[in-house]
Nanobody
Framework: QVQLVESGGGLVQAGGSLRLSCAAS????????MGWFRRGPGKERELVCE????????RYTDSVKGRFTISRDNAKNTVYLQMNSLKPEDTAVYYC??????????????WGQGTQVTVSS
């Protein structure tokens, strides 16, 4: 079992930056793929980006490419999402998730509670 706790959300003006963190419990964090998802107002949940167990592979949805960066520190059991050049349409609850298969495009088995990101225009 893995528990995930997100932090770092908040209110920011358009063009600003935020860094989200997701701290994981458990000794097997380093074997999991990690993903960031979001659910905007009136929208379905979508995958924002993901990273393989060793950090060697990443994947981003088109709308955030060049602006967001996912990274992980397996020694700290933490995954990060650096968000730059934020836009109002990035407003959403952001969730981190862990996938036991360790690879991209795999299923996600564990979810955090989410952290709100609001971007004002």
């Amino acid at each position: 079992q893995v528990q995930l706790v997100e932090s770092g959300g908040g209110l920011v003006q358009a063009g600003g930056s935020l860094r989200l963190s997701c701290a994981a419990s458990g000794r097997t964090f380093s074997s999991y793929a990690m993903g960031w998802f979001r659910r905007g107002p009136g929208k379905e949940r979508e995958l924002v980006c993901e990273i393989s167990w060793d950090g060697g592979s990443t994947r981003y949805t088109d709308s955030v490419k060049g602006r967001f960066t996912i990274s992980r520190d397996n020694a700290k059991n933490t995954v990060y999402l650096q968000m730059n050049s934020l836009k109002p349409e990035d407003t959403a609850v952001y969730y981190c998730a862990a996938g036991r298969l360790g690879r991209l495009r795999g299923p996600y088995d564990y979810w955090g509670q989410g952290t709100q990101v609001t971007v004002s225009s």
